[in-house]
């Protein structure tokens, strides 16, 4: 990997590591644009400080926009989800294997 790849990776994990991130996008995955007050409910016990400062962020970076009808993922926003659309497939084999290991541990 070359050190403009490493680089620009590192940007977007310090960008979706931020508390809440993932979840932001996530919750404008279907494509419909959202109130403030709808993405906040959406993305769950999230402050209106914290929410303000991820849209911030995340309009910054070009992955969310604000349209008439509220908050919506752009084309960039929509491309990245895309390539994390396996999520729900691996985080459902992991947390199966995480309870086979719990079960399978003999107890202390």
Same mark, same amino acid.
């Given at each position: ?11 977007? /994990?310090? %960008? ?6 993932? @979840?932001? %996008?996530?919750? /404008? ?7 403030? @007050?709808? /993405? ?7 402050? =209106? #400080?914290?929410? #303000? ?9 070009? %992955? ?18 895309? @390539? ?21 541990? =003999? =107890?202390?």
């Amino acid at each position: 990997m070359s050190s403009k790849e490493t680089a620009a990776i590192s940007q977007l /994990l310090g %960008l979706l590591e931020s508390r809440y991130a993932i @979840r932001v %996008l996530w919750a /404008l995955r279907d494509g419909h644009a959202q109130t403030f @007050r709808l /993405l906040q409910d959406s993305v769950g016990g999230i402050t =209106p #400080n914290t929410l #303000n400062t991820r849209i911030k962020e995340m309009r910054e970076a070009g %992955l969310v926009t604000h349209g008439t009808d509220g908050y919506i993922i752009t084309a960039m926003g929509a491309d990245l989800l895309k @390539r994390l659309g396996e999520l729900p497939a691996f985080a459902a084999k992991w947390v199966a294997a995480q309870a086979k290991k719990k079960s399978s541990t =003999p =107890p202390p």
